[in-house]
């Protein structure tokens, strides 16, 4: 039998700490020069872009993957191809301004879902075929730890600290 992977914080814990990404975010790139914004080292994304990207996963990949976990038995999830999402983000929606505003917007949304879930629901199974099977509360784990990812990631490209 394959282990079920389980996540480490608790619900409030990682409810708490995914409500604050937006700000951090925010945060992190106020008063940055439009231009670092857009600059990277050759092959790496830039700061817009990884906004970009932490904005259209919200609603292309979390929120899909967190209604399919709690309105099927154990779904098999399918990957996102991020290079592909890369390839063909929209860009009419990526002045700064605009992306820290759908991204507060988005994550509130996400949030709300998750403050009112029954405690059982964090224990509903999931599988990826390139993960394993976790439970809801792994998953959103994974999803907070790719905002603190993100984060550190912004922040290496600006050369700035990650906002507390
Ligand atoms: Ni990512």
């Known amino acids: 039998m394959t282990a079920i992977l389980q996540a480490t914080m608790t619900p409030s814990a990682l409810i708490e700490g995914l409500a604050r990404t937006p700000s951090r975010l925010a945060a992190l790139v106020e008063g940055a020069p ?14 817009r872009t990884v906004l970009a990207h932490v904005r259209d996963d919200e609603f292309l ?67 990826q075929p390139e993960i394993g099977t976790f439970t809801l509360q792994w998953w959103v784990e994974h999803w907070y730890e790719h905002d603190v990812n993100h984060l550190e990631q912004v922040a290496t490209l600006l050369g700035r600290p990650v906002p507390e």
């Not at 439009?34 to 700061?47: H, I, K, M, T």
């Not at 983000?89 to 998750?114: G, M, P």
């Open 61 to 127: 990949v979390m929120r899909v993957r967190l209604a399919r976990m709690l309105a099927e038995d154990h779904p098999t999830l399918t990957p996102f191809d991020e290079g592909a999402w890369a390839a063909s983000r929209w860009l009419d929606r990526e002045s700064r301004r605009e992306l820290l505003a759908d991204i507060a917007e988005q994550r509130a949304a996400s949030v709300a879902i998750l403050r009112r879930l029954p405690v059982e629901a964090w224990q509903r199974p999931g599988t």
């Open 34 to 47: 439009d231009a670092a914004l857009d600059a990277a080292p050759a092959g790496e994304w830039n700061a």
